[in-house]
């Protein structure tokens, strides 16, 4: 168990890392950043930094000699990295977490393993196996890579057969799944925490709205029944639990059909916080952040409590441009990123609304 | 006007330096601490820092050249010092806050010229001095050196004739002020922020509870009437203006009697955040460091509304070894300061109680 004065080290440099570091702050914990050469706004709200390479094991051995635990705001962590520094000091959540949820392929067949529902997918080796993947599942249907795939980075939606070629080309022939398009009504997802003691807390789920494959709002409450909403904290929580997971991670599902009639499929886990959580700084007792603290600290979890009902806008790209209007509004909360500069697509901040629901 | 990925400049490297930081980096400013050699909590949360001293110019000067605005933590900040910043970049707030808030003979002369009232007070400069302002103040009083005094530093309590010499040797014959006891039925203080194109926004008055002269509670809603609430925040309003504030600021009140007959003493002016307003973090929907952050970089003040009904405690000294009690308590929130070592009557953090008021 940590106590108040100790270090926590963070992997990697942009707003998750400089968001679970302002969470440590308050805690009476200290922050050491991890990231390499760039743009790290992490660094800003931390008096701890390295700079360097995931591959340069003195800086990375120098780093694990400065911390008590070691957490991480990406699920692309070399797997030599995350040994190398498990063999020093705790990294959690654990490499397995890590190795299951880097790999499309792994981590759906651990979803299924579970008992849990995902979309139908098929592993794709070759163009030979794609077209067949796509006669089996039909059109639509998405290629996606099995590996660093993230806010729609390496997908191709194969729309007929006469764009099997080019999706194949388009995802650079690297090994991946088909994945089954699914006509789903929503999409929700569960952030959740697991402590070391296995005790698990879930935030409410909410509901996402993407915009060309990046989030672009998250709802709560979410337009879900009672129901679906129980089974998506019970599918976290057994997810976490096969894991033997420690800290904050995300579940995200697609709700198909209504009322009576929702299911849910499990889309994918993001083994860190997450960015459908964000709206927790301002609209929970406990933020997503701080929870991750707590549950890598070996500290009891916070209340989830929900403090009104929520809007989680994010600021993508030249959205930030309009920050003097977000300023201005009432009872907004912004949060931006401090990053250099503001490329299409590129997340540089959110903003999110509590509305007291007495008021509403 | 500040834009977001400019620097503040914050001169002290305690709690309160620490939380503005903190308030700073949401916002998208960055954050630069100017502090003397020592523990300085709040070089922690920054990624820019000087360890220097106050008097240190070519430090001073480099400091100004990187950060586009400067504002300061703490009250007694050499005037030559501000003045030789002002004369580089916007010290806010002004140094005549801190010039007519340093020394309390200058503070209570001003607070009567603004039609306010403050306990009868006599300038003292000598034991002969002393002696005649207690023959005309009575007994008990209190005696208080003129300068850099806070949390009960530099007064000495005169219960009666007999105690007037050990009292007088106890402030180091420093130039000091003799007040007169106020049989106050309890104390409160209202942190308001003024902005740069006037505009004041007040907290609700709070109730606050010492012990050994150091904040121990604050609670609201305080328990006084609705009139007594508005004429708090109306003194402190006239105040602000007078001084041409901008940023946060907190004025003490004693408050005389009960009900109908509750009148209000002024005693006195602290030209920064506040010890008082720390259950803003929690419990205002604008925290006083975001607020004090709006006000020095030009932009629109955030609500105040509260949250719910509140309890702040201070951990001051061992307080602080109850961590592991406040982090398992639910819905409590808790904020330590990173201090090393916690020594008598040092504040070391605080823990904020929100109670949503449907609930109560």
Known sequence: MLKPGDTIGILGGGQLARMIAMAAAPLGLKAHVFAPKGDNPAFEVSGHFTEANYDDFPALSAFSEAVSVITYEFENVPAETAAFLDSRKPVLPNPKALETTQDRLVEKTFIRSLGLSCPDFIAVNSLEDLKAAVSSLGTPSILKTRRFGYDGKGQ????????????????????????????????????????????????????????????????????????????????????????????????????????????????EIAPRVHNSGH??????????????????????????????????????????????????????????????????????????????????
Chains 1, 2 share one sequence.
């Open 156 to 267: 191709a939606r194969i729309a007929d057969e006469a764009s099997i070629s080019s999706a194949w080309d388009d995802i650079g022939h690297a090994p991946a799944i088909l994945e089954a398009y699914v006509p789903f009504s929503r999409e929700i997802s569960v952030v959740a925490a697991r402590s070391q003691s296995g005790d698990v807390k879930a935030f409410e789920p909410c509901e996402n709205e993407h915009r060309h494959h990046i989030l672009s709002r998250t709802l709560l409450p979410a337009a879900i029944t009672p129901r679906t909403g129980w089974a998506a904290i019970e599918a976290a929580e057994r997810i976490g639990a096969a894991l033997a997971y420690v800290g904050v991670f995300a579940v995200e599902f697609f709700v198909v059909g209504s009322g009576d009639d929702e299911t849910l499929l499990v889309n």
């Open 279 to 360: 709206w927790t700084i301002d609209g929970a007792e406990t933020s997503q952040f701080e929870q991750h603290v707590r549950a890598i600290a070996g500290w009891p979890l916070g209340s989830t409590k929900r403090r009104g009902k929520i809007e989680m806008i994010n600021l993508i790209g030249d959205d930030v441009e309009n920050w003097p209007d977000l300023v201005a509004e009432p009872g907004l909360k912004l949060h931006l990123y401090g990053k250099r500069e503001a490329r299409p697509g590129r997340k540089m901040g959110h903003a999110t609304r509590v509305t007291p629901e007495k008021d509403t």
